[in-house]
């Protein structure tokens, strides 16, 4: 039986015990239905092998040694991972577009007697949902901005915020980074589709009546951009910006950042990537910080000789009204008070 998926609604009530997605190791790393696993029938290698003698030796040839090697890595499925699965068990599989590779795959389940369901069209009926909630809808609900300059807490204080029954959205949290040139974090971050399906997913999550508060981010967090309609309904939002002293920041920086301030090497090397945009008098007082562990200072020289000024001429190209919340710290104390102050603006405004 084939499942033809509509809405991303639909896939959070689909109950199905397992979502099998049989690609390639590769294809699955780029991106993938949410909650899938990856039990591919042809490696990354056995993919491109059969691939390569399908258009340049024989159809037939690449069928029939395809269809060894995916019988051959059912076995090992099934002697592995699907070893415990009980007789009620019931998948949903997919590949590409629903074609050999998952129909091969549903067809030895099936013969064993577990009811198999397939993906109509596969990933790329599923990457059309994506495309159509992030490229041709526009944006469901009305934005608020969570501003202010670099080491003001907004990435806390939107977390503080959704303890407080406000609506969010972490762009940061879903494309894996900080969002400046300093904010890489372990693991790196996913590929563009897979940084767009966590978006259309948390997007669809989403109550439109009520208002969502996103960080102020430029168009990319990283290496990820961020979808157009998205974009243009930030462009118009109001905003609420958070201003605390540079000192204030540069403490609350080397504390969120502390995973930076341990590896002396990289710091240095993103401190080198600067170079374009400056001198190399003030790049080697930067060096020269890092070196000696001043990193408070260097914390503050980078936000008043770099930072500070890019964030103001961004801010005038975006200039919708906004209101000023002014701390004089960013300690827990101060932080809950400044989100409760937040969180009650939010809350008593209209949509």
Not at 50 to 76: C, M, W
Not at 160 to 180: C, M, T
């Amino acid at each position: 039986m084939a499942l033809t998926l509509t809405s991303f609604a639909q896939l959070a009530r689909l109950g199905f015990d397992d979502i099998i997605d049989v690609r390639s190791p590769a294809e699955f790393a780029e991106d993938h239905i949410p909650g899938a696993i990856n039990l591919p029938v042809l490696d990354d290698a056995q993919r491109a092998e059969v691939g390569t003698i399908y258009k340049q030796d024989s159809p037939f040839r690449a069928r029939k040694i395809g269809a060894a090697l995916v019988a051959a890595n059912a076995a090992k499925h099934l002697q592995g991972p699907l070893a415990d699965k009980p007789g009620g068990w019931q998948p949903l599989v997919y590949c590409w577009r629903g074609g050999q590779r998952s129909g091969s795959f549903a067809s030895i389940l099936a013969q064993i007697g577990w009811r198999v369901d397939l993906v109509s069209g596969g990933y790329k009926a599923y990457r059309g949902l994506v495309v159509q909630a992030l490229y041709d809808q526009p944006f469901p609900c009305p934005v608020i901005l969570l501003d202010g300059n670099t080491g003001s807490a907004k990435t806390e204080l939107l977390h503080r915020l959704v303890a407080r029954g406000v609506q969010v959205l972490d762009l940061e949290g879903l494309a894996h980074h900080r969002g400046s040139l300093f904010g890489a974090m372990p693991g790196g971050q996913p590929s563009q589709k897979a940084f767009e399906s966590a978006l259309a997913g948390a997007i669809s999550q989403l109550d439109p009546t009520r208002v969502v508060v996103v960080e102020a981010e430029s168009s990319k967090v990283g290496n990820c951009r961020l979808p157009p309609m998205l974009w243009k309904a930030m462009a118009a939002a109001k905003r609420l910006e958070v201003v605390a002293p540079v000192t204030a920041r540069a403490r609350y920086l080397v504390t969120a950042y502390a995973d930076l301030v341990a590896d002396t090497a990289r710091l240095a090397g993103v401190i080198d990537l600067l170079r374009s945009g400056h001198s190399a008098e003030q790049i080697d007082t930067w060096q020269v910080l890092a070196a000696s562990g001043a990193f408070e200072p260097l914390a503050a020289s980078l936000m008043a000789e770099h930072y500070d000024p890019r964030y103001a001429r961004h801010r005038a190209r975006l200039e919708h009204g906004v209101e000023t919340f002014a701390v004089d710290d960013l300690g827990d104390a101060a932080l809950d008070r400044l989100a409760n102050q937040l969180a009650e603006h939010v809350n008593g405004r209209a949509p």
